[in-house]
């Protein structure tokens, strides 16, 4: 069993526009959405990249770091574009950050962001 969870939820984009978009945590898979709202899953306490990926169509990814005993929730949202970039392109979502919950009691921050320039 991990030590941490992510929780990512589909936003206000249709959990069914993103069923079968594959869920990498590095160069693990984690799974896939599967036309739910929201996905959870057990992995390790530390630095991670969480990426989200649909075929060749579009890529989104961000540095984490989710201390023990927590797990992180993300949120897809579409990123910002005057021309109304469908979810077929690249770049076209973010993941951003709704907070942290702990597993179990602890007075630890749990689970933040990472900029990208951090290695």
Known sequence: MSDAAIRISTG?????HLRGAQIMLGDVELGRFDGESSVTYDIPAGRHVLIIREGVGWVTATK???????CANLHLARRDDPD???ISLIGAHVLRRDGQEPIAESDEPGAELLPHDVA
């Open 12 to 16: 206000d984009i249709d959990p069914e």
């Open 84 to 86: 109304g970039v469908g």
């Open 64 to 70: 984490l770091v989710v201390r023990h005993g927590y």
